[in-house]
C-alpha cells in the first residue's frame, strides 16, 4: 500500500525516495506523539536498575566507611531497643507497682514511661532507615520516604 502510494505521489512530487523519506519522519512523529504502557515499562525497568547500580557502586566506593556506619547502627540500635525495652517493662510493671506504692509516685512512673515511648517512637524512623540501608539497600527508595516522615515526626 505504502509502495503504491509512494509511487504515486513520488511521481507527483519528485523521486519516490523523498516521499518515503517524507512518510518515514511522518511515521516517526507519531510515534514520537504515543508513550506507550511497553515504553513507559521498559523506562521503569532502566531506572530501576541505575538505581541498583548506583547504590551498588556507593557501597562499594565507600566501603572504607563501614566500621563507622556499623559502629553508629549499633549505637542507634542499642539505644532505640533499650527505649523500647524501658518503656515495655515500665508499662508492665505499673500494675503491680499500683498496689505496693502511693499514687505520686505511680503518676510520675506512668509519665516517665510514656516519654520514653515517645521518644522511641521518634527513632524508629532512623531504625527504619538503617534496617533498610543494612537489609534492602537496592529498595531503599521505597523507604526512604516513609522513614524520613516518621524520623521527622510529621502527623499525616
Do not use: C
Amino acid at each position: 500500500m505504502f509502495k503504491f502510494l509512494g509511487g504515486i505521489l513520488g511521481k507527483a512530487f519528485g523521486t519516490d525516495e523523498s516521499v518515503k523519506t517524507g512518510l518515514g519522519m511522518l511515521e516517526k512523529a507519531g510515534d514520537a506523539l504515543f508513550y506507550t504502557d511497553e515504553e513507559k515499562a521498559a523506562d521503569s525497568m532502566i531506572r530501576a536498575q541505575q538505581v541498583r547500580d548506583f547504590m551498588t557502586q556507593w557501597m562499594e566506593s565507600t566501603k572504607g566507611q563501614n566500621v563507622a556506619r556499623r559502629m553508629l547502627a549499633l549505637m542507634l540500635a542499642s539505644i532505640w531497643a533499650s527505649m523500647f525495652l524501658l518503656s515495655t517493662f515500665g508499662d508492665m510493671a505499673a500494675p503491680f507497682l499500683a498496689l505496693y506504692t502511693d499514687p505520686i509516685f505511680m503518676n510520675a512512673w506512668r509519665e516517665s514511661s510514656e516519654a520514653i515511648d515517645s521518644r522511641s517512637d521518634q527513632m524508629s524512623g532512623a531504625m527504619m532507615l538503617i534496617l533498610g540501608f543494612y537489609f534492602a539497600a537496592p529498595h531503599l527508595d521505597k523507604i526512604v520516604g516513609g522513614a524520613l516522615e516518621k524520623f521527622g515526626g510529621s502527623k499525616s
